[in-house]
């Protein structure tokens, strides 16, 4: 018969080892592979709680990266880096699927310290970081690109989504950011009601977000 402490052993184990295989089937490297690994992890580590310009939630960065190792993406456009905790997340998902990022920002100041960001977590050979009004760059990029993150004014979404359509690789993903924002209510939702009528696209709204990130893949 049963006593009370092995029914408590049994239930101990049983925590333990769904902790463990929750662990193992997430690719976010929890025990650092390499020396970037370990320097990106540390600064992440160092600034959990120093993000204060407007940026994504580590829940959320997670995601990004692994989206783009499970997709194998490699060109990557970052629209809005404020002072880059998107950005660091999806570089560091590049620095292993050898690809590069390209962000852009419209504050000189937070611009700044997205670079000096970049440089602390050992990520800047894998970005370009624009400073400029995204407005005006968007269109005159050359892409292709098979990853874009959309995080910047939400009232020019749909004018993003338009420029950078033709240049989004098949297969690849449009990710935007506080689409379940109402404060940006109007934006947003002219950007959804796009985004889930052309037919070149499939779009899910991921649920595990508390903002609310749509994924819009292009079929053809
Ligand atoms: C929500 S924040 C981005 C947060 C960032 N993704 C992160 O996780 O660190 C939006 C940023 O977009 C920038 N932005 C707004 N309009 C812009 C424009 N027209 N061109 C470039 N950047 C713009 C803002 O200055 C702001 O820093």
Known sequence: ???????????????????????????????????LDKKVLDFLQTHKYQWRYENISEEDGKFLYNLILEKD???????????????IWIAWALSKTGGKLT?????????QKAMLNFER????????ARLADAHDLVPQL??????????????WYVNYLNHVLPKLKVGGCFAAHNVRNLRYMRGIREFLELIQSL???ETTIDETSSMGISLSYKKK
């Open 103 to 111: 962000t852009i920002e419209i504050d000189e100041g937070r611009h």
């Open 142 to 155: 050359e892409g292709p690109f098979d990853f874009v993150f959309l995080d910047a004014d939400k009232n």
């Open 199 to 201: 037919p070149e696209l």
């Open 121 to 128: 977590a050992g990520l800047t050979d894998y970005i370009d």
């Open 1 to 35: 018969m049963k006593t009370k402490r092995d029914l408590r052993h049994f239930t101990s184990f049983m925590i333990l080892f769904a902790f463990m295989v929750l662990a193992a089937s997430s690719s976010f490297p929890q025990d650092p592979q390499t020396d």
């Open 73 to 87: 993406y490699k060109n990557a456009l970052d629209i809005g880096t404020s002072t880059g905790h998107s950005a």
